[in-house]
């Protein structure tokens, strides 16, 4: 059935190529090329490319591409993009030209600071919903925690973006629990994207070119998560001259390299980041104080490109945590300790080699490998031990791009990731206690196929449509359980299980997943559009834990484990004033997930050979309205959003143990209904910044005792229902001036300061409620809070 799908999918492609292809005219040619920031060479998207003569125009993509088709004559061009001086070029066509064009940065005009890199008025233009890209310069003048900047974290500011809680790892976008994201650095997936267990993020902010996130509108070369995709590149390397940069801060200092090789052919990158002292857990409370923790992470970018039409890249990331948590035991493994340490290592890579065939297409070959490795362990001699797992994806894709028109535009692809999974392996120390056990070893590939149509039909409206086709095929070697029919699976409940040979295909799952969005153009700076999605998820983290640990446990779906499978529609309103000043947008969605996952009360995953017998799946809803206001002009810049959104989950087995609530809908853990952010810049001049932001959000639900009971002498709590009250609301402010020198004296030696302030007025949010239990009664609540007082911080970074 899979080849079927195949064939109809490709034969649509070809077709589509076919009926696109415009009839040949030697007299046609096309005016491609790239436009890039004069200085640091990087690509700029979104830049206007305007033909005065016939008044055609289109933008630049995300790699500073452009592409007209013209006829033979002589042409003045303009190329505009806010920040940036407009340039005028005349250019005499009578062939197939391809052009660098470079934009000077106009630091004396104070409109330069923008939020986003994307063309002034691509929110409004652009066909897809729910896509937000933020710039680097954006991200790093966020006050962040320790002055720390933290990519994934700003994240938070943006509309349908929530977190369970401070230090909690990973992020929740429209409902959907933090494994439902799928995490890009160059098209690698990132399985943890945290540093310090939660508190950063692992991407080194100097390294990084700019951040997508596809909450809404997911193109179908994109898949494997449900809920969306974060796209983070890294720049490119310097061409040419070498240059230095880094900075000292309270978490972690940073350096970095990057200059051309080889007559300029070859660029590098290499930089590094890594904290340097534990005194940043004498500030938390007492229970963590003895706390140890310490990261690094290496980013590293080649890039050849011999001539215009071939240019390979690679690029490598890897990175290390310790965390020493200091403890009496070590409950998931029933080893008592002393100490706790968690240990996790990414290592990635990306090799991708793309050929500019012609004006009209564009071939990219990519081959991609991570690796993942989370570790616990505890040093006592007599209770030693390591508890392991690792994932391991290989991956490889194909993307042919077709430029039929400047208004229609065609893609396709296919793509194969080879899946290896070892859950969990216990291995004892030495002369220890501890037997060793190890987890079946989980092995599958995952097919995929796509193709994408975006037609600009005229100025009012355009479509964008898109098709992928995936399936998860698990194979041996494996041994796979039989559980007797009409009980709950239980480990008790197995009769038999089937063996499956090596490289032997046991269960296949899979589906079509169509995408489609439309916009229409109601008025001059006005649009409305509408966008539908089904996404499919085949891995999943399985965690019973609010905020799911660095080294919690990941699985493959297979005969007992469904895909959760995603439907989304969202329709949304965007209007520009004069001038693109200001932005406004409102959207509003409804999303359905089938085989949602969740657990049954006192689940065990660490060591389960038989996870499926804990693991419940049901149907769940998530719907909500996103609204922003943006600034992006004058001394004053920034963004205003409000969030109102519900997640809720209805697990309703054939057994009352296969039940949550008995079948009744309840909230997850990471429903907030009411989220409001609020981010402003103040520049009074080009040498001073100042930023403020403040959040507020719902507090998420908890599980808290109904009732007590004695029995026989001692309390014991009730719980009736899950989720069914709160933790009390989070709100907090933070602040951040930077200190640039004067960008009027051109200096070899660059540097600014950088002064913040997180959690400004001291709140003591409640990351979560507990109760003690003792013989004599249940206490009443206690709140704990991670970040109860005001962080000040400094960081110094420099470049030359």
Partial sequence: MRFFYFTIVCSWLILSVAAAQPKTDKSNHSLTGYVRDAITKKPIQGVTVFVIENRRGVNTSRDGFFVIPLPDGTYNVKFTHIGFRPQTHTIVLN????????????????????????????????????????????????????????????????????????????????????????????????????????????????????????????????????????????????????????????????????????????????????????????????????????????????KFQPNEKHTVTFTGYTSHDEFKLASDSLSTVEVNASSTVFEYRTVNGTLKWNYFINDRFNLTTTAIYSQYRPETSAPDPANAFRLTSEILHRQLKADLSFAATPNHQLQGGISLIDYYLQPNKLVPGFQSNVLPKAMPIERAYELAVYAQDEWKLNEAFSILGGIRYSQLLNRGPASVPVYQEGVPREPETTSSSTAHAKGQVYHQAGGIEPRLALRWTVAEGQSIKAGYNRLRQYIHLITNTTAALPVSRWKLSDSFVKPQIADQWSVGYFRNTAGNAFEASAEVYYKTLQNAIDFKDGAELVLNPTPETELLQGTGRAYGLETQLRKNKGHWIGWVSYTYSRTLYTINGPFPEERVNNGIE???????????????????????????????????????????????????????????????????????????????KIRRWERSWVFSIYNVYARKNAYSVFFKVNSASLSDGYKLSVFGSAFPSLTYNFKF
């Fill in 95 to 302: 062939k197939t030209v391809l052009t660098e064009i470079l934009l000077e940065d106009d630091s004396k005009d104070l409109e330069e600071v923008t939020v986003t890199t994307e063309a002034p008025d691509r929110n409004v233009k652009k066909v897809e919903l729910g896509v937000t890209q933020m710039s680097i310069k954006t991200i790093k003048r966020i006050p962040a925690f320790m002055g720390e900047a933290d990519v994934v974290r700003s994240l938070l500011l943006l509309p349908g973006v929530t977190t369970v809680g401070e230090g909690a790892p990973g992020i929740n976008v429209r409902g959907g629990s933090t494994d439902q994201n799928l995490v890009l650095m160059d098209d690698a997936p990132i399985f943890n994207s945290s540093h310090l267990m939660g508190f950063f993020s692992v991407f080194n902010p100097d390294i990084v070119r700019d951040v997508t996130l596809n909450r809404g509108g997911i193109a179908p070369s994109m898949g494997g998560r449900a809920a969306s995709v974060l796209d983070i590149r890294v720049k490119e390397p310097e061409i040419d001259k070498l240059t230095v940069n880094g900075g000292i801060g309270i978490v972690a200092s940073r350096l970095g390299l990057e200059g051309p090789l080889f007559n300029k052919k070859l660029s590098f990158l290499l930089a590094g980041r890594a904290s340097f002292n534990d005194f940043l857990f004498k500030l938390m409370p007492r229970s963590i104080r003895e706390t140890k923790a310490n990261f690094y992470d290496v980013t590293t970018k080649l």
């Fill in 666 to 744: 309840y909230p997850t853990n990471f429903d907030k209904p009411h989220t409001l952010n609020a981010m402003t810049t103040f520049r009074p001049n080009s040498r001073v910044n100042v930023s403020f932001n403040f959040t507020y959000s719902t507090g998420r639900p908890v599980t808290q005792p109904y009732a007590r009971a004695r029995v026989n002498g001692i309390i014991v709590p009730i719980y009736i229902n899950r989720n069914q009250q709160r933790i009390p609301d989070y709100h907090r402010l933070d602040f951040a001036v930077e200190f640039n020198q004067n960008p009027a």
